[in-house]
């Protein structure tokens, strides 16, 4: 292992294995194949930090639900919650097993899942396939309607997104996607509009070639058309396998893992390995839809704060002012507040993604635990806000701040660790 003669210098190498990660989109593979544990008995992968079936929140359970009757573990929602009330379904947190997933995160050994290749680094990530709009199970939906949707993405759209990606040399350029897709107002969390345009735009021609009926191929050419939040997915999985490349670095005070899951906001720190340091997560604020208020609000969760890990979503609303009225967060003056004041507490900018809005300076990139502590600013995440209750959805849009303690006791143990006073 590598030893550094300063705390900064180890930070500027787990930095630039950041910046130098190329991961490209190669393939979408069933869970199972991906973490072949999940083969195993009966067990899901879940967003956040450890937590235990009885501690989840609404969507979380509404997910967990949904899966088991995906699975044919039960038949239904009595069935499924007494298989789960009696513990035997095991939970694994997606980020033990090199894999993300929005909100709940729940995801069992047949849903499909995204595979990236970060070839630089020889490492791979994962992450579930965006269900689309409606009601879907990442919000804790698990009727005949979000099954039926489940089945289409496991039988018709896996496999020919497979073959199409098979059919691109070394997969898809996630990072010339990025690039593009952040001077034209995405910023990868909350916004990804263009960018699920330039994804359609770059497969459809494809698709359109493969050997499947044409209602297929149309059904998958329509989904991806009218998916907004298509790209969130892949932008996860490719920050994932950029962290986790940093992560390998093994010391430093670099951030490399955010996460939630309704309960704990878990964060992990480069220097520190794969040890989870939590605290209590915050409820997000912002705009709500019609019908619904501040009251029905879950609390935060979900791994898609691997984004502002990365040094996007929240950080970059710069780059996507049309996103910030969405979440509540005023106008053009607010996203400019936000990610100048994001800049304090991260190290360094991303050349790969220039900010047309932010003068071309790049994204953030180098979330240091040490700053965070000092400065207390602490990273501001946009999100989507998911109904306390499964099932009833997403109910409006916000931003979360992660919470001080979790940083504060990292900085603590990264003190014993290394004998600094």
Wanted: aromatic share 8%; net charge negative; glycine share 10%.
């Amino acid at each position: 292992m590598t030893t550094f003669a300063t705390i900064d210098e180890a930070n500027q190498a787990v930095v630039e294995r950041i910046k130098e990660a190329r991961p490209r989109w190669v393939s979408v593979i069933p869970a199972q194949e991906a973490v072949p544990t999940l083969a195993e008995g009966k067990k899901l992968l879940h967003a956040g930090p450890p937590i235990k079936w009885e501690e989840m929140t609404g969507p979380a359970q509404g997910a967990c639900v949904g899966a088991a009757i995906f699975e044919g573990w039960a038949t239904d929602e009595a069935s499924a919650r007494k298989l789960l009330d009696a513990g035997e379904v095991e939970f694994i947190p997606c980020h033990s097993v090199n894999a993300v997933g929005p909100m709940g995160g729940i995801t069992s050994a047949n849903m499909p899942m995204i595979k990236v290749y970060n070839a630089v680094h020889d490492n791979y990530a994962y992450c579930n396939i965006n269900e689309g709009i409606g009601k879907v199970m990442r919000f804790g939906a698990f009727g005949e309607e979000v099954q039926a949707r489940h089945r289409w993405m496991r039988d018709t759209l896996r496999p020919i997104l497979r073959d199409a990606l098979a059919q691109m040399e070394d997969g898809l350029d996630i990072t010339a996607h990025m690039a593009q897709g952040v001077t034209m107002g995405d910023e990868f969390h909350q916004r990804n509009i263009a960018t699920s345009a330039l994804l359609a735009r770059t497969l459809s021609p494809i698709i359109s070639t493969l050997d499947y009926p044409k209602e297929q191929i149309t059904e998958v050419i329509n989904f991806m058309s009218i998916t907004d939040q298509f790209f969130l997915n892949v932008a996860m999985a490719y920050c994932k396998a950029a962290m986790d490349a940093g992560a390998q670095i093994k010391a430093g005070t670099i951030v490399t893992v955010m996460s939630r899951n309704g309960r704990n906001f878990g964060i992990k720190v480069s220097g520190l390995g794969d040890q989870w340091f939590e605290a209590p997560v915050n409820t997000p604020q912002g705009l709500f839809f019609t019908g619904y208020t501040q009251d029905d609000a879950n609390p935060d969760i979900g791994d898609s704060a691997i984004t502002e890990t990365y040094g996007v979503g929240g950080c970059a609303m710069i780059a996507a002012p049309g996103v910030t009225r969405f979440v509540g967060a005023g106008g053009f003056e607010s996203a400019v507040e936000t990610s100048e004041e994001m800049s304090e507490i991260y190290l360094e900018h991303n050349m790969a993604l220039q900010i047309p809005t932010w003068d071309f300076q790049g994204a953030l990139v180098g979330l240091d635990l040490r700053l965070v502590v000092e400065t207390g600013i602490t990273p501001l995440i946009n999100t989507g806000i998911a109904h306390k209750d499964p099932g009833v959805g997403q109910v409006g849009a916000g931003t979360v701040r992660a919470p001080l303690a979790c940083f504060e006791k990292a900085l603590v143990a990264f003190g014993e660790k290394n004998n600094i006073q």
